[in-house]
Structure formats: C-alpha cells, structure tokens
C-alpha cells in the first residue's frame, strides 16, 4: 500500500505552459516535502511544508499543503526545459521517517 | 553537491550472489537513511541508522542488512540478490531523523 499517490504519473509539456502535480493520502502528514530528481542523481529537496493551508513560493513554483495535511500540490508557472525531472513528494507520518511518493515524471520539450 | 558520497556509482551481480553498498555522510551528521528506487518510482525507505543502531525499518525482508560505523559511514549488504533487487539504492545522511536529509547519487544496481 502507498500511503502518497501521485498524479499525473507522466506530464510532457511544451516551455511556458503551466502544470501541477497532486500528491494526496488518507494520512495525516507532520510535514511533507517536495524533491526533484534529475537521472542518475539522488533527490534534492525544493522544500517543506509544516503548517495546514501553507503556501511557499520558490520563484515559478509553488507549493501548497492542504488544510488538513493530508495532500499536497505543485504548480510550475511558464514551465523551463531545465525544470525536467522526476517530482517526489515526501512526508512523516507518526514517525521521522520519510515516506515517498510514486512520482511524476516531467518532460518539458523547447 | 551534498556531501553524501556512495559507492560504487553502478554494479552488475549475478541471482544468488551477495553485495555490499557503500555511504559516506555528510560531515556532522550522525544519521543515514537507505532507499530502493525503481526505475520510474519513487524510493522506498529499507532501514535508518542513528549513532550506529539500526533505528526504523520498512518492509524488506532479513536478507537486506546494514551497518553504521563510528564515523557515521553505512554499509548495505543484501545476501541471496534475486533479479527484483535490481534499482538504484541510496543513502541519506541528516542531523537527526527529523532534520533535512541530503541524498548521494545513488548506486544502480543491475542483477542478472
């Protein structure tokens, strides 16, 4: 069982259209995190959100989680070919360690 | 570039043959943290490490075993490699658990 589903699975967009990247569970989350993976690297955090209704903004990004810590979204403005890559969504849930999401994979074509 | 270093960076085995993983921490950090990835998916934790006890483990069978040492640097040793344990494996090291975890590139092993 995966407790953080994401979706779109795959998402191939063409520079400058807008996107976002659902990451929903049944659990409650202390905090949830959102990586990029680029290949044949390990993942690199963009951030985390601890409080229920957050929003942060990392320049065309922008994260939010949900009222009730349970879900999480992403939404890339004017998408870049360099923001290619595999989105994972992370949280604790009871514990300190991090569950991953099923990922969502990027393809921005010029 | 985190810090994490792992080795080696790709590995071929063979069904039935044992391997060990590598994974140096980052400086100060007494905490490492190990995932399976498979192709197209998100990593699934394996076990953590804090001040060389085995602190959490998700749901891999006895096969998978680690190791932490003095300096903080983990082994991941998986006996009896079956074709399914083919993935990239990777290793975070944090402060402590809850603190942010930064990830090395990772080792792509392939079981043939």
């Known amino acids: 069982t995966q407790l953080l589903e994401q979706s779109p699975q795959f998402l191939s967009i063409q520079e400058g259209e807008n996107l976002t990247v659902y990451c929903n569970s049944s659990?409650?989350?202390?905090?949830l995190q959102w990586y990029r993976q680029e290949p044949g690297e390990g993942p690199v955090l963009l951030v985390t959100?601890?409080?229920?209704?957050e929003v942060k903004k990392l320049k065309r990004l922008t994260f939010q989680f949900g009222d009730a810590r349970k879900d999480s979204s992403l939404h890339i403005t004017a998408a870049q070919t360099g923001d290619t890559g595999l989105y994972l969504c992370?949280?604790?849930?009871?514990?300190?360690?991090?569950?991953f999401g099923t990922g969502t994979r990027l393809q921005v074509f010029p | 570039e985190t810090g994490v270093t792992q080795s080696p960076t790709h590995l071929i085995k063979t069904r039935g043959q044992q391997v060990t993983l590598r994974c140096s921490s980052q400086?100060?950090?007494?905490?490492v943290s190990w995932y399976q990835q498979a192709l197209g998916q998100g990593p699934q934790f394996i076990f953590q490490?804090?001040?060389?006890?085995?602190?959490g483990r998700g749901n891999f069978p006895p096969r998978f075993s680690g190791l932490q040492f003095p300096n903080y640097s983990s082994e991941l040793n998986v006996n009896a490699l079956e074709l399914d344990d083919s993935a990239l494996y990777l290793c975070?090291?944090?402060?402590?658990?809850?603190?942010?975890?930064?990830f090395g590139q990772g080792t792509r092993l392939t079981v043939v």
């Open positions: 975070a090291s944090s402060l402590t658990g809850w603190n942010e975890a930064f």
């Open positions: 659990s409650v989350f202390s905090s």
């Open positions: 959100v601890v409080t229920g209704g």
């Open positions: 992370a949280g604790r849930h009871n514990t300190d360690k991090l569950i």
């Open positions: 400086s100060g950090h007494n905490t």
């Open positions: 490490y804090y001040r060389e006890e085995e602190n």
